[in-house]
């Protein structure tokens, strides 16, 4: 039980470009979904906090109109990187808790974003 | 603020012989603390966590974490390591600030590399 799943697994695009980075959750309902960005070797940086049906929270330094997150049902958020540029190039991961495991997290696989 | 760190960038062992990677911690009132690993180009994945209860908590493929509060440490430990234990450790602690989602605050990360 509790799997988390991103799609896609990896993404190439081009500049300017805009990406869109699904989170389901697979068997349970997700209240709380979190998006990470992970450089490489380096520990995970909170880019957001988002609840089903109300906006996201987003960490300080981090840009709310380039990085777009939805939460519209219990099992799925998106993340979209709008108007990509190379420094965007990351490991993005999402993680969730429902109603029985709201003290740990579930993580998904991560997608790896390519900005050339 | 709440704060976790993990001391040692790279922890090296022998296959067969015992394992420890360190985690501190600095929370106000009691800590909730978890213990991840990520292995390369994937998320991470639960391995244990002290809420309350005994001291020594066991989780999976046999790794153990024991809680110190006089120390403030969370120690991951396991008796035998193997050289698929190779991989990046997270220790984190549950944030219980003002917005209480239950986000994580994740140390730096600890490689670890278990040599034949």
């Known amino acids: 039980g509790a799997v988390v799943s991103q799609h896609p697994s990896w993404v190439i695009c081009k500049s300017g470009t805009s990406v869109k980075i699904e989170c389901r959750s697979l068997?349970?309902?997700?209240?709380?979904m979190f998006w990470y960005r992970q450089f490489p070797k380096q520990s995970l940086m909170l880019m957001a906090t988002?609840?089903?049906?109300?906006?996201?929270?987003?960490e300080q330094g981090v840009e709310k109109d380039k990085f777009l997150i939805n939460h519209a049902s219990l099992t799925l958020s998106t993340l979209t990187v709008t108007s990509a540029h190379p420094e965007d190039s990351s490991f993005y991961i999402c993680?969730?808790?429902?109603?029985?495991?709201?003290?740990?997290?579930?993580f998904g696989p991560g997608t790896r974003l390519t900005v050339l | 603020a709440q704060s976790v760190a993990q001391p040692e960038d790279q922890v090296n062992v022998a296959e067969g012989n015992p394992l420890t990677v360190k985690c501190t911690y600095s929370v106000s009132g009691n800590p909730y603390l978890f213990w991840y690993v990520q292995y390369p180009n994937r998320g991470l994945q639960f391995l244990l966590k002290?809420?309350?209860?005994?001291?020594l908590v066991k989780g999976s493929y046999g790794f153990e974490a024991e809680f110190n509060k006089s120390q403030t440490s969370f120690h991951l430990k396991k008796p035998s390591a193997l050289v698929s234990d190779s991989a990046l450790y997270f220790c984190a602690v549950r944030d219980f600030g003002s917005s209480n989602t239950g986000k994580l605050i994740f140390g730096q990360g600890t490689t670890l590399q278990v040599k034949p």
């Open positions: 993680s969730a808790t429902g109603f029985d495991s709201y003290n740990e997290q579930f």
């Open positions: 988002s609840n089903e049906g109300s906006k996201a929270t987003y």
């Open positions: 068997d349970f309902q997700a209240t709380t």
């Open positions: 002290y809420i309350t209860g005994d001291n």
